[in-house]
């Protein structure tokens, strides 16, 4: 079956850094998106890797190990609006988009 | 424009109701998606259209019932619906479907309640 993990909430203070794990389990694989969704809005796109290595977006990083099956999203300098859950999802080798469950983020000042 | 555009935001309805949900996107994106959401759960894929024919539909009861008039509209039609229904609709776009690196933009969903 095809399985995708993540904590399921994590707390971290306002100014630190924090990261969220993702590890999958999926038949191939053709890239790794992570969204940051609000509480009662849409999710949005925060980043997207296919090749292993880091992806850094301003005070947010992505970094993805193919072998491993291991992903991680870095946020830095954590503010209060940085409270949400954050989804991991792959896409298979049919192109279909696999959610993991998300990782609620709570910031504590 | 880079948006997706859902109406209503809410809905609340009875069992032997029919509506209506709807979405637009002009990105000249050509795959549209409808996922529905329940709290704390992440986005479960009812429909994809592509090139607006359906090319997706995820064993979807018949009570939900998806259109794609054109290539920017998106409508979800409702019929006898169950109060387990109740959920957080989403539509979605991207440049297209079946590809790696397809982004989804989210609308801002509908939410929608079953009495």
């Known amino acids: 079956g095809q399985n995708i993990d993540q904590p399921t909430e994590m707390t971290a203070t306002e100014g630190a850094i924090v990261q969220i794990n993702c590890t999958y389990q999926?038949?191939?694989?053709?890239?790794l998106f992570w969204y940051q969704q609000h509480a009662g809005e849409a999710p949005t796109f925060l980043s997207y890797?296919?090749l292993d290595g880091l992806e850094e977006k301003g005070r947010f990083s992505s970094f993805l190990s193919r072998s491993k099956g291991y992903s991680y999203l870095l946020l830095k300098e954590l503010q209060m609006k940085d409270s949400a859950s954050y989804l991991c999802a792959v896409t298979d080798s049919n192109y279909q988009l696999i959610w993991g469950a998300g990782t609620k983020l709570i910031i504590k000042p | 424009d880079t948006e997706v555009t859902q109406t209503p935001k809410h809905l609340v309805m009875g069992m032997t109701n029919k509506k209506s949900l709807k979405c637009e996107q002009h990105?000249?994106?050509?795959?549209m998606y409808w996922y529905k959401q329940k709290a704390k759960k992440p986005p479960e894929l009812m429909f994809v259209?592509?090139?607006?024919?359906?090319?997706i539909n995820e064993s979807v009861p018949s009570r939900f019932s998806p259109e794609c008039p054109n290539s920017s509209l998106l409508n979800l039609h409702l019929h006898a619906l169950q109060p387990e229904d109740s959920a957080l609709y989403l539509c979605?776009?991207?440049?297209?479907?079946?590809?790696?690196?397809?982004?989804?933009?989210f609308g801002a969903g509908s939410r929608l309640t079953v009495l």
């Open positions: 890797n296919v």
């Open positions: 999926t038949s191939g694989f053709n890239g």
């Open positions: 990105m000249g994106h050509r795959a």
């Open positions: 979605a776009s991207s440049q297209d479907a079946g590809a790696g690196a397809n982004v989804l933009t």
């Open positions: 259209y592509s090139y607006e024919k359906l090319s």
